[in-house]
């Protein structure tokens, strides 16, 4: 749920709510562009690790395909020798996200089950973000190198629960979960503190994103550009990747280029692409029958084997000029990358 409007050092906004990661983003190659494939968690995941958008009105992992083999970070990596671990908290079974996980190549799932200390359970979703990460660490310092991992925080989804001792800690704002990403973005700083002096964290390739945005009382991140709005950031702690991209990017281009950054030269297939290509970039998603295709200032939206509208989104970020009918060359164009 980590729109990218909560995190000041991207959004341009005074008020921001991840002090940490705005340190982290400041020493990061960081895409101020990024887009999500997918509006929700389950979503979210075949996009971030296989390259695979929603592009259904029923999500992959739910889907008549979902035993379907697909590359992967994962089985991409394990034949190269590296273990291959997946991190999240929540019951297991939830969403479907251990299943998807063993399909797709991962060695290890640590989930609740795994965890298995119950009293930092949230009464909800799972393990709080800050023991679970803890335990997240203490796993990594133990593997073996090369690894991949996966961790995917939960304390900052509905209904936002914070541990009863966080209760007064954080300021918060207009909306409930605005102190739940506060409490999150202070569980990562607790994480990176605890692994900055191991040698294998510094010689790791650290990928942030979001699974999706969430609520919002800022009409430009309701509307349909802003409700896709995330960040996407890659970080060495040497701080050798550090800058600023203006190219579009998606979920679906993590994995080829985090195997860019990596230096991985052999075959593999994604609709993504990395996003250290030339290029103005693009991102394509899908809701309620309309796609919306995105390409350097432009989105495109399509739906019943038509285009519905062309914007602007630099010039028009509330998306109120259709420019369909005076910028047809330009539609025509999108129609068919698309």
């Known amino acids: 749920s980590f729109s990218k409007e909560y995190i000041s050092s991207i959004s341009g906004r005074t008020q921001g709510y991840t002090p940490f990661l705005d340190s982290i983003f400041n020493h990061s190659l960081v895409f101020e562009k990024a887009y999500a494939n997918g509006k929700k968690s389950i979503e979210a995941l075949p996009a971030i690790l296989s390259g695979l958008p929603a592009l259904m009105n029923n999500p992959l992992i739910t889907s008549p395909y979902a035993q379907n083999r697909t590359n992967s970070f994962a089985n991409i990596l394990n034949k190269e020798g590296y273990h291959s671990s997946f991190f999240h908290g929540a ?18 799932y640590y989930g609740r089950a795994e965890y298995s200390q119950e ?64 409490y999150t973005d202070y569980c990562l700083k607790q994480f990176f503190e605890s692994i900055k002096n191991e040698q294998w964290a510094k010689n790791t390739l ?63 297939h994604s609709f993504g692409k990395s996003a250290l290509d030339s290029g103005p970039g693009s991102c394509v998603n899908y809701i309620s029958n309309v796609y919306q295709y995105f390409k350097g200032d432009y989105v495109l939206q399509y739906g019943d084997d038509k285009s519905l509208g062309l914007f602007n989104i630099r010039k028009d970020s509330s998306l109120l000029i259709n420019r369909m009918d005076f910028e047809w060359k330009r539609k025509e164009a999108m129609e068919r990358e698309l």
């Open 119 to 182: 009293e930092d359970f949230d009464g909800n979703w799972g393990i709080y973000d800050e023991p679970f990460l803890d335990f997240t660490a203490k796993e990594l310092n133990e593997f073996k190198e090369p690894f991949f991992s996966a961790v995917f925080t939960l304390s900052s989804h509905h209904p936002y629960q914070l541990p009863e001792k966080y209760q007064e800690s954080f300021a918060g704002g207009n909306m409930e979960i605005m102190k739940t990403i506060e």
């Open 206 to 268: 650290f990928v942030f994103t979001a699974d999706h945005t969430a609520v919002s009382a800022d009409p430009f991140y309701k509307n349909r550009v802003g409700i896709y709005s995330i960040p996407i950031a890659y970080y060495k702690m040497d701080g050798s990747l550090a800058g600023r991209n203006s190219s579009v990017t998606q979920q679906i281009d993590i994995l080829p280029t985090s195997l860019d950054l990596i230096g991985y030269n052999k075959e593999f």
């Open 91 to 108: 019951t297991n079974g939830s969403m479907g996200f251990d299943g998807y996980c063993d399909v797709i190549g991962f060695d290890n």
